[in-house]
């Protein structure tokens, strides 16, 4: 069987990665625009792994300025058979604290004003796809058994808001998602999920707890704990990605 290729997608804290063996650095210029950062082609764990940097390299373009399509569209053009996207979010279930890892099974979208589909009538026919579960199941699980492995704790659950940003949240506005059932709040899964379930590739999300959401804890956030968590915890989500990568 020949061997699959899976895109990574890293977001805050995740630009470089660190582990494959790079064999090429692809530019990619999609009908729809340039991605957000060159794509590296390498080997790890054995397998194929294409990475993009979300926010770009460095990290300069915020949630809402991304063109998830020309990057899903290029991740395709370069033949992923899946993708690992990373997320740095807010906690707002009791349990997800800063640190904390949560492999999401649901999300909901509060974005707006971004190109969120390729089914706009130019690029490709309209057709209402089902969106039900969001994240595949079977990289879920990859995930899951890879964290087992290596007995590192992470959620099996988790609904992520995903907001239009670039500011936090008002804790208003967290209580408000905490009671419609919202576990954790980020910025960048949508349309990103959305664009992978149109071209077809199965998709899911690593999420790491970067800090308590607005009105979760007493201390004001500020970029520079943020920071420390990443620095923190970034190293358990690319081992678990190497983990789960044969499987995947
Ligand atoms: N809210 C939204 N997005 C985020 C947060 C948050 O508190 N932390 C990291 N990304």
Known sequence: MPTKRIGII??????RLEGPQITQVHDVNTVLGTPSSSVQQGTWNGCEVLFMARHGH???????KVNYRANLLAL???????????NAVGGIHADMDAGAIVIPHQLVDLTWGRESTYFDGSYKPLEHIDFTDPFDADIRQHLLGAAA????PVSDFGVVAVTQGPR???TAEIDYLERIGCD???M?????AVLARELGIPYASVCLVVNPAAGRSDAVITMEDIQRVLD?????????????LPAV
Request: hydrophobic share 45%; aromatic share 0%; proline share 8%.
């Open 149 to 152: 492995k290596l007995q590192l």
């Open 184 to 186: 954790v709040v980020g």
């Open 76 to 86: 395709q053009e370069l033949g992923a058979d899946a993708i690992i996207a990373v």
């Open 10 to 15: 890293g977001g805050t804290g995740l630009t």
């Open 232 to 244: 923190a915890g970034m190293g358990q989500v690319r081992d678990l990605i190497e983990a789960a």
């Open 168 to 170: 936090l949240e008002t």
């Open 188 to 192: 960048t899964s949508m349309p990103e």
């Open 58 to 64: 460095p990290h300069a373009l915020p949630p809402h």
